[in-house]
C-alpha cells in the first residue's frame, strides 16, 4: 500500500511567504541579537563585509573624526544621483547649454532643487575633503602603516578640486566662462608643458565649444571614474592597514603572564590554544580571544548607527541649504564683456590671489612645492610618536609648518573674495 502524498502549498501560502524567502534569499541571517548573530551577518552580507566585525572604540568618537571621511562619502554619493538625473537634461552644447539651466529653474519638476543639491554639495565637498585632510595631518594618521593610504588620500582631494573646476563651467554663464578663463590661464603658466596642459583642457586658445565638451566628459565620465576606483582603494587600505589611527594609550597595557593566564589558567592543565582568531591575522591590531581586555565593539549595530546617522545630518545639510539658497545663474557668456575683476571659482582664489604676485611661484612654484611635501609628509617624517592625537607636543614642528601653509592659503582665499576690486586693485568690503 503506497504512502499518501503530502498536499501541496497553496498558491497563497506561497504568495504569503513571498517576502520572508525574497528577505532570506538576500540576508542569510536573521537580525543579529548576539556576538555570533552579529560576526555572521557582516561575513555573509557584501555591503556590511567592506566592515570589519568589530571596530576599535576611539574610531566611534565624534571628537576624533568628527566625520568628516563619512560626509565627504556621503557628499559623493549625493553628487553621483543628482548628477546623474541632471544628466538626462542637460546638452553640452554652447548654444543649449545655458537655455537648459533656464529650463532647469523654471519648467523641469524639481529642476532648482537637483541643481542647488549638485551645487552645495560639490562646494561642500571640497571644503570637507580639505578639512578631513588636516584632521588625518593634525592628528598623525599618516604614519606607519598608514604612508600610502596618505597619498592616496591627496589624490583623493587634487581629485575632487578638479572633479569641482571642471564642472564650473557646465552652466555656461558668464560666472563659469570667465572663472574657467582665470583657472586655465593659471594652468598655462607651468613652465614647459603648461601651454600643452592649457591647449589640451580647452581643444584651443579659448574657451568654447570644444572646452566645453571636454570637460562635460572629464566631469561625468572620466573623473567619477578615477575618484570612484580611488576611493575604493581608500577605504580597502582602512581595512589593511589596521582600521583608523589611534593613541598607544587607547588599548589598555595587558602583560605576557596576562594572556597566558587569560588563555590557560593557572592550577589547569596547558592545552594548545591559540591566542588570536583568524580575522586578526591581517595587517595591524589582532583580534583578540578569552578574557583579554578588548576595546573594540561591534560594527553592527555601533559603527551602522553612527554611518546612518552621519548620513542623515549631511543629507538634511544639503537639502536645507538647497532649498534657502539657490545655485547662482548669471548673464549669459559673453566673451567680449568680462567682468572685472574675472575672478577663478573660490577654491582657487587662493592661487590667483599669488599670481598676482608672481606668475609662476604663484600658479605653479608654491602650490606644486606644497603637494610635493604633502605627498612626501609620511616618508619624511617617520617618528613613530604623536599619532592619534591633536596636536600632539611629539609633532609641534611639523603641525606648525602645515598650519601656516593652511592659514596663508586661506588669507589669500579672503583676499581675493574680499579685498579685490576692478583692476584687481584692494578695495574694502564694507
Not at 502524498?5 to 504569503?16: G, I, N, Q, S, Y
Not at 520572508?20 to 557582516?42: G, H, M, Q, Y
Not at 541632471?86 to 537655455?99: C, E, G, I, K, R
Not at 565593539?297 to 559603527?303: A, H, Q, R
Request: glycine share 8%.
Amino acid at each position: 500500500m503506497s504512502r499518501p502524498t503530502p498536499p501541496k502549498a497553496t498558491f497563497l501560502t506561497t504568495l504569503m511567504d513571498l517576502p520572508k524567502n525574497v528577505w532570506s534569499s538576500i540576508f542569510r541571517n536573521p537580525l543579529p541579537s548576539n556576538d555570533l548573530e552579529r560576526s555572521a551577518t557582516s561575513f555573509t552580507n557584501f555591503f556590511l563585509h567592506i566592515h570589519p566585525v568589530k571596530v576599535h572604540k576611539n574610531s566611534l568618537r565624534p571628537t576624533y573624526t568628527f566625520g568628516l571621511g563619512l560626509i565627504s562619502f556621503f557628499l559623493f554619493l549625493i553628487l553621483t544621483v543628482s548628477g546623474i538625473l541632471l544628466m538626462f537634461y542637460y546638452v553640452p552644447s554652447t548654444q543649449q547649454a545655458y537655455d537648459r539651466m533656464l529650463d532647469l529653474r523654471g519648467s523641469v519638476a524639481f529642476g532648482t532643487l537637483l541643481r542647488n543639491m549638485h551645487r552645495w554639495s560639490a562646494h561642500g565637498m571640497v571644503a570637507i575633503v580639505f578639512l578631513h585632510l588636516c584632521r588625518v595631518f593634525l592628528t598623525g594618521s599618516y604614519k606607519k602603516p598608514r604612508e600610502f593610504n596618505w597619498v592616496v588620500g591627496v589624490i583623493l582631494f587634487l581629485l575632487t578640486l578638479f572633479m569641482s573646476f571642471t564642472g564650473y563651467l557646465l552652466p555656461w554663464d558668464q560666472l563659469a566662462f570667465w572663472a574657467i578663463t582665470v583657472g586655465t590661464a593659471i594652468a598655462g603658466y607651468a613652465p614647459i608643458i603648461g601651454k600643452d596642459i592649457q591647449f589640451l583642457l580647452m581643444g584651443g586658445t579659448s574657451v568654447g565649444q570644444e572646452a566645453l565638451l571636454r570637460f562635460y566628459v572629464l566631469h561625468v565620465a572620466v573623473l567619477p571614474a578615477i575618484l570612484t576606483l580611488m576611493i575604493a582603494i581608500h577605504f580597502w587600505r582602512i581595512r589593511k592597514d589596521g582600521g583608523l589611527s589611534r593613541p598607544e594609550d587607547a588599548d589598555p597595557k595587558v602583560s605576557l603572564e596576562a594572556m597566558e593566564n587569560a588563555v590557560t589558567p593557572k592550577g589547569s592543565v596547558p592545552e594548545p590554544k591559540k591566542l588570536y582568531g583568524f580575522q586578526g591575522l591581517v595587517r595591524g591590531p589582532l583580534t583578540k580571544v578569552g578574557q583579554i581586555p578588548d576595546n573594540t565593539v561591534f560594527s553592527w549595530p555601533n559603527l551602522f548607527l553612527a554611518e546612518l546617522f552621519t548620513f542623515v545630518v549631511t543629507l538634511s545639510a544639503i537639502l536645507v541649504l538647497s532649498l534657502l539658497f539657490n545655485a547662482p545663474l548669471e548673464e549669459p557668456v559673453n566673451a567680449l564683456h568680462p567682468p572685472n575683476p574675472a575672478k577663478a571659482p573660490w577654491y582657487f582664489l587662493g592661487l590667483q590671489e599669488m599670481v598676482s604676485y608672481s606668475a609662476f611661484w604663484g600658479g605653479i612654484g608654491v602650490p606644486g612645492i606644497f603637494v610635493l611635501l604633502l605627498l612626501g609628509t609620511p616618508y619624511l617624517d617617520r617618528g613613530p610618536k604623536g599619532v592619534g592625537k591633536w596636536f600632539s607636543r611629539d609633532r609641534l614642528l611639523a603641525n606648525t609648518i602645515f598650519i601656516t601653509f593652511v592659514v596663508a592659503n586661506i588669507i589669500f582665499v579672503i583676499i581675493g573674495t574680499f579685498f579685490r576690486g576692478a583692476n584687481w586693485a584692494f578695495v574694502t568690503p564694507w
